[in-house]
């Protein structure tokens, strides 16, 4: 629903959240261990990647309505 949260929290790993579709841009930058990312949705359809494993589908596709 729109007004909800999406979070992400960074344990290991080179990976990153950026949008390539949406109603709102996310670009997560560089994160590290421990970094957070908090998305507050809104109405329409997501496309969220990682974009070094993209390639291997590490791709979160969020309808919000």
């Known amino acids: 629903k729109p007004g909800?949260?999406?979070r992400f929290v960074w344990v290991e790993?080179?990976?990153n959240?950026?949008?390539t579709?949406?109603?709102a841009k996310v670009n997560?930058?560089?994160p590290t261990a421990n970094d957070r990312l908090k998305i507050t949705l809104k109405k329409g359809n997501y496309r969220l990647?990682?974009?070094p494993h993209e390639s291997v589908g590490m791709i979160l596709n969020?309808?919000?309505k």
């Open 4 to 6: 909800e949260t999406v």
């Open 17 to 19: 959240v950026v949008s």
């Open 21 to 23: 579709k949406g109603p």
């Open 13 to 15: 790993g080179v990976h």
């Open 49 to 51: 990647i990682c974009q």
């Open 62 to 64: 969020i309808r919000v």
């Open 28 to 30: 997560s930058g560089k």
